[in-house]
C-alpha cells in the first residue's frame, strides 16, 4: 500500500481545510479495512484525529470531533479530512494512515497563519 496526502500548505485562521488522501494498491472499501488521519505539531508529539472504517463508519478524537469530518470519494480511492474553523493551533504536519498504522503517507504540512 502508499497512501499519499495532499493539501493547500498555507490557510488563514477561520478557513475551512480539505485534505485528500490517495490510497495505491489497495481499495479503500476492501473488508476490514479502515483509514486514519493524524497529525503532529511543531515540537509536539503525534494526535490522533479521526478514521474511517471500510463500512463508512467514522470515529473522531473527543477534542476535534466538533470541527471534523472524515469521508471516502470512492470512486478516485480517496480519504478526505476536513477541519472547520482552522486556528494557528491547527499547524502540524497531517499523515493518512492505514487502519493498523503499518502503512503511512509521508504528511503534509498545514501552515495556519494571518
Known amino acids: 500500500l502508499q497512501l499519499q496526502e495532499s493539501g493547500p500548505g498555507l490557510m488563514k485562521p477561520s478557513q475551512t481545510l480539505s485534505l485528500t488522501c490517495t490510497v495505491f494498491?489497495?481499495?479503500?472499501?476492501?473488508?476490514?479495512?479502515?483509514w486514519t488521519w493524524i497529525r503532529q505539531a511543531p515540537g509536539k508529539g503525534l494526535e490522533w484525529i479521526g478514521y474511517?472504517?471500510?463500512?463508512?463508519?467514522?470515529y473522531y478524537s473527543p477534542s476535534l470531533m466538533s470541527r471534523t469530518s472524515i469521508s471516502t470519494d470512492t470512486s478516485n480511492n480517496r480519504v478526505s479530512l476536513q477541519v472547520n474553523s482552522v486556528t494557528p493551533e491547527d499547524t502540524a504536519v497531517y499523515y493518512c494512515?492505514?487502519?493498523?498504522?503499518?502503512?503511512w503517507g509521508k504528511g503534509t504540512l498545514i501552515t495556519v497563519s494571518s
Open positions: 494512515a492505514e487502519g493498523g498504522m503499518e502503512y
Open positions: 474511517i472504517d471500510y463500512s463508512g463508519n467514522t
Open positions: 494498491g489497495g481499495s479503500i472499501t476492501a473488508k476490514y479495512m479502515a
